[in-house]
């Protein structure tokens, strides 16, 4: 059984486009996350849920949503896709917010988004 | 969260230890070392994390030194499949954090 699952894994959308991706954990944790992945290979982390409760927002635009519908499920939706927005969209999830007591994250497949 | 300094790229001989290296000077007491790595196309993937004793599991050691500045992930016995971007990161115990991956270090296992 997969732990984490994202959908789809491969999205390629025109510009200005809104699309959204899934995510899902079956570990029963009460975080999640979203991170970006640059041509550049540096992850850096988006938004974080805690019980669905929205604990971190990185300077992340506001085109970019999450909905978190309960503790399992994690979406993201962007609107008006942008050429920059191309990258790597990992979901991840833990059993408490990263760090605290150092709990281990686990990660999706990932998402590869192309804006053309 | 502290910074973290890794080499860009190293390589190990299939059946030979791999030590990786990363340096975290500004750590904090409170922050946890914690290792991921990232094999091509794949999420990363958690590997071992610690605050300041040693610790040991069935992928990894992690060496920290006593003053915590810098840390050591050990593959006792590297293989092909453990060739991957290795990250090193800091994180504190406490909630509001940022964590970013840098850009880690590529270890290639040669045969």
Redesign the interface.
């Known amino acids: 059984d997969t732990a984490?699952s994202q959908t789809p894994k491969y999205l390629v959308t025109q510009m200005g486009n809104d699309k959204s991706i899934k995510c899902e954990q079956n570990l029963g944790h009460d975080t999640m996350y979203w991170?970006k992945q640059d041509s550049?290979?540096?992850?850096?982390?988006m938004f974080s849920y805690?019980n669905k409760e929205l604990?971190?927002n990185?300077t992340v635009p506001n085109r970019f949503s999450p909905k978190s519908p309960d503790k399992a499920h994690l979406n993201l939706h962007i609107n008006s896709l942008e050429l920059g927005d191309s990258a790597v969209y990992?979901c991840?999830s833990s059993q408490e917010?990263?760090?605290?007591?150092?709990n281990?994250?686990?990660?999706?497949?990932?998402t590869r988004l192309t804006v053309l | 969260?502290a910074k973290t300094t890794q080499p860009p790229s190293m390589d190990c001989a299939e059946g030979r230890a791999a030590n990786l290296p990363c340096n975290h000077s500004t750590i904090s007491g409170n922050?946890?070392v914690?290792w991921?790595r990232?094999i091509h196309?794949?999420?990363?993937?958690?590997i071992i994390?610690?605050?300041k004793n040693n610790e040991t599991n069935e992928m990894a050691s992690l060496i920290i030194t006593e003053d915590r500045k810098s840390s050591t992930l050990i593959l006792p016995h590297a293989t092909l499949r453990d060739t991957a971007?290795y990250?090193c990161i800091v994180?504190?115990?406490?909630?509001?954090?940022?964590?970013?991956?840098?850009?880690?270090t590529r270890l290639f296992v040669k045969a």
């Open positions: 984490v991170y550049k290979k540096f992850l850096k982390i805690n604990i971190i990185e990992f991840a917010l990263l760090g605290f007591k150092g281990e994250q686990f990660f999706g497949p990932g | 969260d922050e946890y914690y991921y990232q196309s794949q999420g990363p993937q958690y994390h610690g605050l971007v990250y994180s504190r115990d406490t909630g509001g954090f940022k964590t970013i991956f840098g850009a880690g």
